[in-house]
């Protein structure tokens, strides 16, 4: 009896995961009511006490399991922030880089029509001086944009919160609050919605700051209670009511900021008027049932 059960408790340990504790314990308070069954008649039992002792071990392995998947998600949350920091910096540069070649283009520009200037005269060297002036508004703005450029690329606090829903995939009331650091925070909106969810995401808002990470962690503080997983906190995801969001996010971020309070949630809702249009076309399975009587041969 005591080999039997050692073997199921030491087969079940080792098959124990981060996630699978509760059918694990199931599964050795079965094998022990199963085995002292068998030898009831002997008056022969394995003692609760022992019982505890395997499910006490079972705890410490599961207990380590978790620490080695807390350990895993936080890695994967470095690495898919690496990820985002080194796809915001790509952009930045590719925008300082499109910049730069404008600047260049239009200081070329700039330099041959100010020596076209001095070789013309009357009506048309107006119309150079104009041409001249427009250059030169060009050439100033080409230089604010690259200025813009390597300013972001140098703040690497700067960056989007972003507040988006998806009604179809986790229900009303349900927001993601996170942060990107890309030039088009659109973009990572996208790669949240991609195949692992069935909807879109809606945008209630994106909110630009020097310190995006600061106001972040702020709302995420002000909503840790009502996080929709308390385990993971990468998943952030809160219910809360978008009027709470919009709160808390101007006591913390006073500049003026648009929020959209109703998800428009278009794909879903649309799904749903297919479905009930389906529906209403299918034939009622109870007359479905009952065939008219088919007369066969003459």
């Known amino acids: 009896m005591l080999r039997a059960f050692n073997g ?3 087969a079940t340990i080792a098959k124990v995961r981060y996630n ?6 199931a599964r050795i308070r079965k094998a022990w009511e199963v085995i002292n069954g068998c030898a009831e008649v002997q008056r022969c039992t394995i003692s609760r006490g022992y019982l505890d002792l395997k499910l006490a071990e079972l705890s410490l392995v599961h207990e380590y399991e978790e620490k080695v998947q807390q350990e895993k998600d936080e890695q994967r949350r470095i690495k898919e922030q690496m990820r985002e920091e080194e796809q915001a ?5 590719k925008v300082k880089q499109e910049a730069e ?6 200081a070329e520009a700039l330099r041959k029509a100010q020596d076209e200037i001095l070789r013309a005269s009357g009506a048309k060297q107006e119309k150079l ?7 030169e508004r060009k050439l100033s703005e080409a230089q604010t944009n690259k200025a813009r450029a390597v300013s972001r690329a140098q703040m690497t606090r700067s960056g989007h919160v972003y ?3 998806n009604v179809g995939s986790f229900g009303e009331h349900v927001y993601k609050i996170g942060m990107t650091r890309r030039l088009d925070p659109m973009d990572r909106v996208k790669e ?12 209630h808002a994106i909110i630009y700051t020097e310190d995006a990470p600061k106001l972040e962690n702020e709302l995420h503080r002000a909503f840790h209670h009502r996080r929709v997983n308390r385990v993971n906190e990468r998943k952030e995801f809160f219910n809360v009511s978008i009027l709470e969001i919009a709160e808390h996010v101007r006591r913390h971020h006073p500049a003026s900021i648009e929020i959209v309070h ?6 879903y809702r649309k799904t749903l008027s297919m479905s009930l249009e389906a529906a209403n076309l299918a034939p009622d399975p109870k007359q479905a049932l009952v065939r008219p009587a088919v007369r066969v041969g003459a």
Do not use: H, T, Y
């Not at 001086?129 to 250059?135: K, S």
């Not at 109703?262 to 794909?267: D, F, I, K, S």
């Open 8 to 10: 199921e408790c030491d």
């Open 20 to 25: 699978n504790v509760g059918v694990m314990e």
């Open 89 to 93: 910096l790509r952009e930045l540069e």
């Open 101 to 106: 070649k404008e600047e260049n283009r239009f």
């Open 129 to 135: 001086q104009a041409q001249v002036a427009e250059l």
């Open 163 to 165: 507040i988006i829903s």
């Open 192 to 203: 949240l919605g991609d195949a692992s969810v069935p909807f879109e995401f809606d945008v």
């Open 262 to 267: 109703e998800a428009e949630a278009m794909e």
